[in-house]
């Protein structure tokens, strides 16, 4: 199996070459959410590895909001982020990229605050490195070249039934199975149709995540006397914290949620980046770590592929600290309408929404920090909207496919790599096609 991993560099933007970086981003796009994957500048298509990437501007519009709380909003600085998710080592991944698109990485820094063109982009990328503290995958495993060439096998299985319907109609379906099967084989012996061996587990890999799957249990159940006692001062301090933060929940500004609407549905898939402030205090820094890292943990050993909970819509999803621990960016790829994906949220995983965003400031009041919340769906969905920010550039690999359509396309090969099946089994596999 190959893992996958990702990236993110965050760097301060030059101001006085902000309009520069904007017009070098609008670029790489044939149109508002459209990029063109053989741009000149960076040639998405050229990496076989690359699932996702994005270039966005960190241009958070909700920093006034930290005022309900008596503070005085801080100036940030324009940060560019670029980021990406790829089968293997991001190191590996980036070291490729470097290799193949210097020039155009180096004109899209040099906007960029230190950066110069005798800069070593790798440890310059690296140093800028912002780490998720929580991250999804939604089939472990799953390459860009094994989805190519499952959709490839797909589209073989499909018009070579169509192209037999009559003869294929009344088969029963451990037989139709069986013709297909040696459709396939002959498709592959004539080199029409490549099906490529899953790649050995990288070792280290394979010893990291067995650190992770028992390490982290370990250390919760060593310091667990210190947390079952400090338990009843935590539960107090948040319910407090809960009955008395102020909401911030007014309508989305529509200019905003116009420049959104121009770069989303242009695919079956779109991409989500929401930045904000997280709410002061030690009690909701805490509750934070202590929530995405339960989040990572389940999201990296417990949940089923494909599934984040009950939602099948994310390919890959991460949060990650901007800048310190004050903010947070929550990045994703999903499937369907920014409408359809709030709603999969509240409506499926509507608990889990609110332990993971509660901390924002403005969040929709929460009860118990699981209860409520979003629950309010006006009030969520504007939240959302005001912290959603515009993507400049958004690549993904494989167009037109949703997470639903990849996980069909592997279950159909498993079931073409069987080489005996029961009638119900048969069945279930015929019905994928």
């Avoid at 991250?135 to 070249?145: E, I, K, L, P």
């Avoid at 096998?153 to 040696?182: D, K, V």
């Avoid at 338990?231 to 301090?237: D, S, V």
């Avoid at 079956?268 to 980046?273: G, I, L, M, R």
């Amino acid at each position: 199996m190959t893992p996958q991993s990702n990236f993110m560099v965050v760097v301060p933007v030059d101001p006085k070459h902000e309009t520069e970086l904007r017009q070098l981003l609008d670029s790489m796009n044939q149109g508002p959410g459209q990029v063109d994957p053989n741009n000149a500048l960076i040639p998405f298509a050229k990496f076989d590895t690359l699932h996702f990437a994005r270039f966005v501007i960190l241009d958070d519009k909700t920093t006034e909001d930290v005022r309900v709380y008596r503070l005085t909003p801080r100036s940030y600085p324009l940060y560019l982020a670029f980021l990406g998710d790829v089968d293997g080592d991001a190191n590996a991944f980036l070291d490729q990229l470097i290799k193949r698109a210097r020039n155009g990485l180096g004109r899209i820094f040099s906007c960029c605050e230190g950066f110069t063109s005798d800069t070593d982009l790798l440890v310059w990328m690296k140093r800028h490195h912002a780490p998720a503290i929580a991250a999804y995958v939604n089939w472990r495993g799953r390459t860009v070249r094994q989805i190519r060439e499952e959709v490839a096998l797909y589209e073989a299985l499909e018009n070579y039934i169509g192209q037999n319907s009559a003869t294929f109609q009344h088969l029963p379906p451990r037989e139709l199975h069986e013709r297909l099967r040696n459709f396939v084989n002959a498709e592959k012996s004539a080199s029409r149709l490549i099906l490529s061996p899953e790649s050995p587990t990288p070792l280290g890999w394979q010893i990291r995540n067995l650190l992770h799957l028992f390490g982290m249990p370990l250390l919760v159940l060593i310091t667990l006397p210190l947390l079952i006692l400090l338990a009843p001062f935590y539960i107090i301090a948040l319910r407090h914290l809960e009955k008395t933060d102020p909401e911030v929940c007014p309508r989305a500004d529509q200019q905003h949620s116009e420049d959104l609407s121009r770069i989303e549905d242009h695919d079956v898939t779109n991409q989500f980046s929401a930045l904000g402030s997280l709410k002061p205090g030690l009690v909701r820094l805490l509750t934070t770590s202590g929530v995405l890292k339960t989040v990572n943990y389940g999201a990296r050993h417990i949940t089923r592929p494909g599934r984040l909970g009950r939602i099948r819509s994310i390919h890959f999803a991460r949060w990650v600290f901007v800048a310190g621990t004050e903010r947070m960016i929550f990045c994703s790829n999903y499937d369907g309408s920014v409408e359809s994906y709030m709603d999969d949220f509240i409506n499926k995983t509507g608990f889990g929404l609110n332990a993971s965003f509660s901390n924002g400031v403005g969040y929709p009041r929460t009860n118990w920090l699981v209860r409520d919340g979003c629950i309010d769906e006006r009030k969520y969905k504007e939240y959302l909207r005001r912290h959603t920010l515009v993507t400049q550039v958004w690549y993904k690999a494989y167009p037109g496919l949703s997470a639903v359509d990849l996980e069909r396309n592997t279950r159909i090969r498993q079931g073409l790599e069987s080489s005996s099946m029961t009638d119900e089994q048969a069945r279930d596999w015929v019905a994928l096609l």
